[in-house]
């Protein structure tokens, strides 16, 4: 199979007949054997429904439903485990992506060996203040901090090699950063396509301001996950021994100090460095617990899911 098309959804009912009307055109004209995965991430509308009906008409489609709205890095996920093609497109169910960029997309993985390409909503179409210059301002950020040279992270629209998707987990928040994991993985060969973008025709945006709070604290998950996840102990061990370090020789000095220099001087506890080597003390030893337990948990990961499924169709078991 040649391409596996994801698409994330939360209450689309009106775009998704069209979305799928025009992805498959743009299918047949370029005739590729694909599938369509509509993943429902919890949705309250019809869309469910339509998923159903579509699938029942189109042998392409499969659909996978939430038992509720876990979010669409959770959905992105569950697609990406299910996916069967070599290559691999997420796209936005609210017609803002458009179907047509997929035949360059699929060239620039399969012709010119790409592992990942985002796009790039270099005009966009949504409002100025709430979205494109936070938006500016965030993608610099997570630049400077991963070293990926995107122009636009959150862009829906992506094509992956199959390989990359099936190494990559998306947990959290963190469809923002799909380029980053993949790179953290070992995926190298990134690029960008500049795509176009439409206004939202339908519905209204999922996501509201506190988009650029949770995706700041999510950058700086990343930056810790992709340095420190691995090897915890080097981290909190390091600063535990650094501080024990310091505290102990305050401890030394003041005991050096009252046994042999200034034995009848202030009482140790009026000091202040007594103060300073119990702190130092006890915060390296706390520190350099929580990376030993941070190796014991790292060593005991468990692969567990963390959304339910409550419906499937055109679905086999394995591949939930
Ligand atoms: N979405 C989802 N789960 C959510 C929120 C959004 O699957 O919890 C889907 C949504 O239906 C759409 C895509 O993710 O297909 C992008 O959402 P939206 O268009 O609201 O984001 P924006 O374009 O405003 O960034
Ligand atoms: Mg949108």
Same mark, same amino acid.
């Given at each position: /199979?040649?391409?596996?098309?994801?698409?994330?959804?939360?209450?689309?009912?009106?775009?998704?007949?069209?979305?799928?009307?025009?992805?498959?055109?743009?299918?047949?004209?370029?005739?590729?054997?694909?599938?369509?995965?509509?993943?429902? +991430?919890?949705?309250? @509308?019809?869309?469910?429904?339509?998923?159903?009906?579509?699938?029942?008409?189109?042998?392409?489609?499969?659909?996978?439903?939430?038992?509720?709205?876990?979010?669409?890095?959770?959905?992105?996920?569950?697609?990406?485990?299910?996916?069967?093609?070599?290559?691999?497109?997420?796209? @936005?169910?609210?017609?803002?992506?458009?179907?047509?960029?997929?035949?360059?997309?699929?060239?620039?993985?399969?012709?010119?060996?790409? +592992?990942?390409?985002?796009?790039?909503?270099?005009?966009?179409?949504?409002?100025?203040?709430?979205?494109?210059?936070?938006?500016?301002?965030?993608?610099?950020?997570?630049?400077?901090?991963?070293?990926?040279?995107?122009? +636009?992270?959150?862009?829906?629209?992506?094509?992956?090699?199959?390989?990359?998707?099936?190494?990559?987990?998306?947990?959290?928040? /963190?469809?923002?950063?799909?380029?980053?994991?993949?790179?953290?993985?070992?995926?190298?060969?990134?690029?960008?396509?500049?795509?176009?973008?439409?206004?939202?025709?339908?519905?209204?945006?999922?996501?509201?301001?506190?988009?650029?709070?949770?995706?700041?604290?999510?950058?700086?998950?990343?930056?810790?996950?992709?340095?420190?996840?691995?090897?915890? /102990?080097?981290?909190?061990?390091?600063?535990?021994?650094? /501080?024990?370090?310091?505290?102990?020789?305050?401890?030394?000095?003041?005991?050096? @100090?009252?046994?042999?220099?200034?034995?009848?001087?202030?009482?140790?506890? +009026?000091?202040?460095?007594?103060?300073?080597?119990?702190?130092?003390?006890?915060?390296?030893?706390?520190?350099?617990?929580?990376?030993?337990?941070?190796?014991?948990?790292?060593?005991?990961?468990?692969?567990?899911?963390?959304?339910?499924?409550?419906?499937?169709?055109?679905?086999?078991?394995?591949?939930?």
């Amino acid at each position: /199979m040649n391409l596996s098309i994801i698409i994330p959804l939360l209450n689309e009912e009106e775009s998704l007949q069209e979305l799928h009307a025009w992805i498959g055109k743009v299918m047949l004209s370029e005739g590729y054997s694909y599938e369509i995965l509509f993943i429902d +991430d919890g949705s309250s @509308d019809n869309s469910w429904q339509l998923i159903q009906k579509l699938s029942e008409e189109h042998p392409q489609v499969r659909g996978l439903r939430f038992l509720r709205n876990y979010g669409k890095s959770q959905a992105l996920h569950a697609g990406f485990k299910a996916a069967q093609g070599d290559v691999v497109i997420t796209m @936005d169910a609210d017609l803002q992506d458009n179907p047509e960029e997929i035949p360059e997309l699929y060239n620039l993985i399969t012709r010119d060996g790409y +592992d990942l390409v985002s796009g790039w909503k270099k005009k966009r179409y949504d409002s100025v203040l709430s979205k494109n210059m936070p938006s500016k301002l965030f993608n610099w950020a997570a630049r400077r901090t991963s070293g990926v040279k995107l122009h +636009d992270f959150n862009c829906g629209l992506k094509a992956f090699n199959k390989t990359v998707i099936k190494n990559i987990e998306v947990s959290g928040e /963190m469809h923002r950063y799909i380029p980053v994991l993949a790179k953290n993985a070992g995926f190298s060969n990134i690029g960008e396509k500049v795509v176009a973008h439409q206004a939202r025709k339908y519905g209204k945006t999922k996501f509201g301001m506190e988009r650029f709070i949770n995706g700041l604290l999510d950058l700086i998950t990343i930056w810790f996950i992709s340095k420190f996840a691995r090897r915890p /102990m080097h981290l909190f061990g390091a600063l535990g021994v650094i /501080m024990f370090i310091i505290g102990f020789g305050f401890a030394i000095y003041l005991g050096i @100090d009252k046994l042999f220099i200034n034995k009848f001087g202030r009482l140790i506890t +009026d000091r202040p460095q007594f103060y300073i080597a119990l702190t130092a003390m006890l915060l390296g030893t706390q520190l350099f617990l929580a990376g030993f337990l941070g190796e014991i948990l790292v060593r005991n990961r468990r692969n567990d899911s963390r959304y339910t499924i409550s419906e499937v169709v055109n679905f086999k078991d394995e591949y939930i």
